[in-house]
């Protein structure tokens, strides 16, 4: 398919929606993967990136053993054991995981977006997850391949019809051979495989790839993949792996919330923090391992100083049993045990990095998995998800309303929401909603509406950020618990991130036909990704790593437009554009540059909802504006 068509049955899709019977909450499988367009989008343009090369040539082959548990805080595979691009490497897919980093493929490419948008019944071979080459020429002894696999986790559920496969690449006729394969099915625990690697693979050249075939139009038929081991010298018995690992990367030391703003933490450092931080350690041994654990806080994006000393202050150790998990609750603010709280100062925001760690008697001799990093956010909002969304969350019907809880510490001005819409399979940016607040759901009591002149939409982004929805007026609340939300104008469902790896369902509140309540029994349990935003402070960056990227931005006016749309280009960088007025069907009305001119003829189009579209010449990156054409 030609970049030009995909474009245009992207945008075809991204006003198509579905017809809704009855009003009801609803869960969604995502449509795309943002957190995988960021990186993708920061990357691409960068020629020292090792993520974007997939060139097997200037490789040196690979030798035994070959281990890979993806206990990495990169997404895309490590390039020096992987050539493609395909899996999503990430901690929030899986459920109960061997270490704390899976390798997930799905449905999407590797820009984040779907195989084939155009389609939505689309199906076939999807991602790919291929070794580099390993040199298996000299081996002494028996040569097995293991590692541990998981549909759906808290994903989407692989149907019958999809699988997963292993396949060899036979030297002898440049072709890949199947070797192993699982149906699609419900979510279930790893599951370790025993694969041989007979004489007629043992080559200088061997590799193996894992490939998924799924329904190629969206974030959909997951399969997670973990603690990938090649080596020589092994047998269908030898399923053990000297190694104890953390399987999760996400803390909080927080009582309520995962961030809030700091001057708001300020008012009770010490009955804010939690009683404890329940770490989890797996044993993937046959024998016991005893753990000696430890977590440090350190201040300034991890960068900073020790705040106070390592917990526990003495040699404490735990012994976790083969084969199983170990959830240790590691004091936190629970006197007389531990009296660890974040410390006062003038700042107005902070990011604490929160390091667990620990060492294993007998020796552990894969180490990657021993530590790991979460960061405690104090910015300008309050937040219960961890910032990944695992599924989409939405209330379907005219004039349903949708509420999120917040018990806010502090005297304080909201000036926005954070929300996160997630890009679905069937792109909602047309939709409408009012923003509003309530002080009280029962009885109901409104203390603010947005007027009926700046309706919203949802916005989609290509990263994994947080989109900031501004109040018309600051609204000042006393400490106190509000319901931040708004009311439908459209019908259809307005797709919020839900966040599965934290549980704060009994904070989210629906009203779809008169009465209030919480998401259907149903559901699996999570947090709606939704922020109210405090006061005038700008949120801290959280230790990421990136090189400077081009921020393209516009503004379209006016909207609604009758002959002229003009724009003010905000974007950083003296960059040209190529700009495109797109209807609802994906059809090009017009095209134009952005050094000829800073408006747009439309006295000839018709009424309707129309996409302007930016594109930099340069990185090919584009903005969406959505503008309304009524004469």
């Known amino acids: 398919m030609t970049l030009t068509k995909k474009i245009y049955t992207t945008l075809f899709l991204f006003f198509t929606v579905t017809f809704v019977s009855a009003q009801k909450d609803t869960l969604i499988e995502l449509g795309m993967n943002n957190t995988i367009r960021a990186f993708y989008n920061s990357s691409i343009d960068d020629p020292n990136s090792p993520y974007i090369k997939k060139s097997t040539n200037d490789k040196a082959l690979l030798t035994l053993p070959f281990i890979d548990d993806f206990s990495q805080y990169n997404i895309f595979p490590n390039p020096a054991l992987w050539q493609d691009l395909d899996a999503y490497i990430n901690s929030n897919f899986a459920d109960n995981p061997i270490t704390f980093g899976v390798a997930t493929l799905d449905g999407l490419d590797q820009t984040g977006t779907p195989y084939n948008f155009a389609l939505p ?80 693979f043992q080559n200088n050249e061997f590799q193996f790839r894992f490939l998924n075939w799924a329904t190629l139009s969206g974030n959909v038929d997951h399969w997670n993949i973990d603690y990938v081991y090649l080596d020589e010298n092994r047998n269908h018995a030898d399923t053990a792996l000297n190694d104890v690992s953390f399987i999760t990367n996400h803390h909080s030391m927080l009582a309520e919330f995962t961030a809030m703003p700091w001057s708001h933490y300020l008012t009770d450092t010490i009955g804010l923090m939690d009683t404890a931080m329940n770490v989890t350690y797996r044993n993937n041994h046959s024998s016991t391992y005893a753990v000696f654990y430890k977590y440090q806080v350190i201040d300034n994006n991890g960068v900073g100083p020790n705040i106070g000393v390592p917990y526990p202050t003495t040699a404490s150790s735990k012994n976790v049993a083969p084969y199983s998990n170990l959830t240790e609750p590691q004091a936190v603010y629970n006197l007389p045990i531990n009296n660890f709280s974040f410390p006062s100062d003038a700042s107005q925001t902070k990011v604490f990095q929160i390091k667990n760690y620990f060492t294993v008697t007998p020796t552990d001799v894969h180490t990657n998995n021993d530590t790991v990093e979460s960061y405690q956010v104090f910015g300008s909002y309050y937040a219960y998800d961890d910032g990944s969304a695992e599924g ?134 999570g947090s709606l990704m939704l922020r109210p935003v405090f006061g005038s402070v700008v949120d801290p960056q959280v230790s990421v790593d990136e090189k400077e990227t081009i921020k393209d931005d516009f503004e379209v006016y006016p909207n609604p437009t009758t002959n002229t749309i003009y724009f003010k280009n905000n974007s950083t960088g003296n960059n040209f554009y190529h700009i495109q007025l797109i209807d609802v069907y994906g059809k090009v009305i017009i095209e134009t540059a952005s050094s000829i001119s800073n408006k747009i003829d439309v006295s000839n189009v018709s009424n309707g909802i129309y996409i302007v579209r930016f594109v930099n010449n340069d990185t090919k990156n584009f903005v969406l504006k959505k503008i309304i054409i009524s004469k």
Do not use: C
Request: charged residues 15%.
């Open 392 to 525: 989409g969350y939405g209330v379907q019907g005219i004039g349903s309303k949708l509420a999120h809880e917040f018990n806010i510490k502090k005297n304080d001005t909201l000036k926005s929401f954070q929300i996160y819409f997630n890009p679905i399979m069937n792109n909602l940016s047309a939709q409408t909603f009012r923003l509003k607040v309530w002080s009280s759901l029962s009885p109901e009591v409104e203390i603010y509406s947005q007027p009926a002149a700046l309706f919203t939409s949802p916005i989609y982004t290509n990263t994994n950020a947080f989109l900031n929805y501004d109040l018309d007026v600051p609204l000042y609340l006393p400490a106190g618990t509000y319901y931040f939300g708004w009311e439908k104008i459209s019908s259809e469902f307005l797709n919020v991130g839900w966040d599965v790896n934290t549980n704060n369902r009994t904070k989210v509140h629906f009203n779809a036909v008169g009465v209030w309540q919480n998401p259907t029994a149903s559901m699996p349990d």
């Open 121 to 200: 019944t689309a199906y076939g071979p999807a991602d790919s997850l291929t070794s580099q080459q390993v040199d298996l020429s000299t081996i002494i002894d028996s040569v097995f391949l293991s590692f541990y696999y998981q549909p759906q986790g808290n994903g989407n559920k692989p149907e019958t019809k999809d699988s997963l496969r292993l396949e060899f690449f036979r030297q002898s006729d440049s072709s890949w051979v199947r070797m192993w394969g699982a149906q699609g099915a419900a979510n279930q625990p790893f599951q370790q495989v025993m694969i041989p690697v007979d004489t007629s």
